[in-house]
Nanobody, 118 residues
Framework: QVQLVESGGGLVQAGGSLRLSCAAS????????MAWYRQAPGKQRELVAYITSGGSTNYADSVKGRFAISRDNAKNTVYLRMNSLKPEDTAVYYC????????????WGQGTQVTVSS
């Protein structure tokens, strides 16, 4: 059974920082690109940051220069460092496979809530 457990969210003032963590079971993590997604109320889930198994990264334009994704392959864990947070970053953040079709088949964890106050 695939498990995805996100943590590290919270309430932070605009301009602040948070680091999210995601522990993934080996069946989804091993050899796969991984990604962080977010879903704000009333909006569709969107990809925020993406990392290949080799460590290459890509980001949504809205978070470039502020967010950094990383992974620890030995621990099956993905991280998202978020700096200079803005109120529009408020959302539930999820990690999953970087391939959205695989992510959909895998199912989603509970996510972690990030709330940025102005």
């Amino acid at each position: 059974q695939v498990q995805l457990v996100e943590s590290g969210g919270g309430l932070v003032q605009a301009g602040g920082s948070l680091r999210l963590s995601c522990a993934a079971s080996g069946s989804i993590f091993g050899g796969n690109a991984m990604a962080w997604y977010r879903q704000a109320p009333g909006k569709q889930r969107e990809l925020v940051a993406y990392i290949t198994s080799g460590g290459s990264t890509n980001y949504a334009d809205s978070v470039k220069g502020r967010f950094a994704i990383s992974r620890d392959n030995a621990k099956n864990t993905v991280y998202l460092r978020m700096n200079s947070l803005k109120p529009e970053d408020t959302a539930v953040y999820y990690c999953n496979a970087g391939d959205y079709a695989i992510a959909t088949m895998t199912g989603w964890g509970q996510g972690t809530q990030v709330t940025v106050s102005s």
